[in-house]
């Protein structure tokens, strides 16, 4: 079984998507990953998309895997309590994954006094502390002003939150190389990790801030892909495809594929380009349009599909989500990763599982996310040490919630 | 100092964004990271953006702070080297990442024979080892579908290859985990990470599959926030904004800062929505659109940023990507991310380490990426036990690059 990170325990405190997907991608792995709301759930609790029932489908996937506990965090003895979950004892425990402020019981000093090798990793808007998701960075990277056909008049949202869920798994990385280091060292750390730090270290690491910073002013490209050759054409049916001719071996798929190879001659001497350079295709793109539109426009997608299949070409396929879900070869349970679990208040749902593959090990099946507050009285049993007496007053005064 | 992860070794043989990716975070946190290449380097090397020299801003972004060993990969003595360097001994070594198909001198099942306890992480188009890339991929998740403001029709490729990002963090993810099963038992895996299938557990993940089993169909939402209310508004000197009320205390900061809270309520009355819930907030987001748009176009940014700052709103300002370079508060050296740093063949660039904020430490400066080369005979040497002789015979008969 692929629980590999089988004893490890994390503690959560958290909404929306990066910290969530940071836990539940240990948990995933195998990890306990408790996660502790207020009474009423947490800020993401009804976040859309929802079921017709109110049931947060978002919530729902980003916490498959974890306990929840629920505490009237308000009250100093609900946060006595979360403090207790996050330092309980053990070699494998004390980590805590949090994008709310490190304040109060979230304040690393104070737990650490408490377990001195607490490993904790604050997720911040930017680097200062300050709010900022990830509708409000990504603007500010210059991205939307390069997306879309108009792009440089009206700048275009994504759709995707890619900056939280990078962060996401950043998390998880540091949380794992925190807990190496301190198997090593036997010390803990607090580790901070700001959103807006990620996005500015990808435009970094994508060359976006050298090409600004050596005079280069990047045009926006539509849909072509930038630096080499890739486009999205429409067939004859209305089914549209991408391919890409990134590598020297995707051109001449692509080309070998589209038959428009003894009219690249012509294309080159024309515009005095090399195509076996992939920044020459990028140049030449709408050349290369003009060349396989009336290719794409001829076939319909079975015919294009069996010609760029046969030449080894790179390409997909543009789906709705609906189509995804429906058609797509891989987004159903012969794919090991999925299975159809049932969800509470929704009903079964086509789960997916870590995707990481332990080859040889089975899949750790994807677990469905809890009920609010379901391991309330697991956890404080189990974790904190409270009594079964004192858990019955604790419910009683209403500080608890069991799901 | 943050290098928290000083001796481990991994070896890359890699190209373009996530194998890469995820070698250089692991090098961003101290590892030591060998990217074996081809003597006439990656199939990156020249990957746009490029400097006016040729010199690929893309790779000198993704490989700082690793060793590059080049050797001719296409003659048994080259692969003979790669193996030996790939499997040499150490408690801390013996992992491998690549993106190339797992055949030859990347044949997991051959490398174990040489080290028992090899990880190797592979990642792969999709599941089945078929070709696929970012731009691909993306395409079949439905979200160029949803994404700018005339979706439906002209569906929108995204310009960061945000499933390749992922892809990237994640490995380093398997890796870690995989080392720290390793440590505990003695065994090493065989890793397998499918960037297609990495995107579609996001898909899951996010609630868009459950959305679809569910029978609801998600219209495309232009530049507003999904699910709550968040858009971008033009200011009267051009400027735009983002603006977002996604919790309900950035959706009061949010009436505050735009002095709509008077009229609101004949709004809700209106259109029969409760603005205090999220989902009723997306409901109305046209209304809402009506009552700041003229908040907005009636301000400079400058006055805008004074009201929504006062009132504590999450808000962000749209950049084009050299506005950003030039005037970004924190892409600068004032944020401790960043180090100016001279790379090979560019001369000095604004330059990321890692967003983990190992607090307490300093941070481990960005490196330069090494040029092609730069270290065979330090790895040859060191690592896979060649002497200085055989070095030299090697170099005579040109198997090995020295850069």
Chains 1, 2 share one sequence.
């Not at 692929?2 to 959560?12: M, P, Q």
């Not at 690491?205 to 490209?221: D, K, M, N, T, V």
């Not at 050349?287 to 790179?314: F, K």
Request: aromatic residues 6%.
């Amino acid at each position: 079984m692929s629980d590999i990170l089988k004893g490890l325990r994390l503690v959560e405190a958290s909404a929306f998507v990066a910290a969530p997907l940071g836990g539940m991608t240990l948990a995933q792995m195998g990890a306990e990953v408790i996660r502790i709301d207020a009474l009423n759930g947490g800020l993401d609790a009804r976040r859309w998309p929802v079921a017709g029932t109110g049931e947060s489908l978002f919530w729902s996937g980003l916490n498959k895997g974890k306990k929840s506990v629920a505490l009237d965090i308000a009250s100093p003895e609900g946060r006595e309590l979360a403090e207790r979950i996050i330092c309980a004892g053990g070699d494998d425990a004390g980590l805590l994954l949090t994008n709310f402020p490190p304040r109060g019981w979230l304040d690393y000093d104070r737990l650490k006094a408490r377990r001195g090798d607490l490993i904790q990793l604050t997720i911040q808007g930017d680097r200062h502390g300050g709010s900022a998701v990830d509708y409000t960075v990504n603007p500010a990277m210059g991205l939307p002003f390069l997306t879309g056909p108009d792009a440089a008049n009206s700048p275009v949202n994504h759709v995707l939150p890619a900056w939280d869920l990078i962060t996401g798994q950043m998390a998880a990385v540091g949380l794992l190389a925190g807990e190496r280091q301190r198997r090593r060292s036997g010390q803990g750390q607090h580790v901070k990790l700001a959103l807006e730090d990620v996005a500015l270290a990808v435009m970094g690491h994508l060359g976006f801030i050298a090409e600004a910073e050596l005079g280069s002013r990047r045009e926006p490209a539509g849909n072509h892909l930038f630096g080499a050759y890739g486009r999205d054409f429409v067939c004859a049916d209305g089914a549209r495809i991408m391919v890409v001719g990134l590598t020297g071996k995707q051109w001449s798929a692509l080309v070998q594929a589209t038959g428009i190879a003894d009219r690249l001659p012509a294309t080159e001497a024309r515009l005095r380009l090399d195509l076996t350079q992939e920044g020459d295709r990028f140049k030449g793109r709408h050349a290369i349009d003009e060349l396989i539109a009336p290719w794409a426009a001829g076939l319909t997608l079975s015919e294009a599909a069996v010609a760029l299949d046969a030449a080894g070409a790179c390409w997909g396929l543009y789906r709705s989500v609906d189509d995804m879900v429906r058609s797509h070869p891989n987004c159903a349970t012969s794919n090991p990763m999925f299975a159809r679990v049932a969800h509470p208040g929704l009903g079964e749902v086509l789960t997916p599982g870590i995707p990481l593959d332990f080859v040889g090990r089975d899949r750790l099946p994807p677990a469905p996310p809890p009920r609010l507050g379901q391991h309330t009285e697991e956890i404080l049993l189990g974790v904190a040490g409270i009594s079964s007496g004192e858990f019955a007053k604790l419910h009683d005064r209403g500080l608890v919630l069991t799901g």
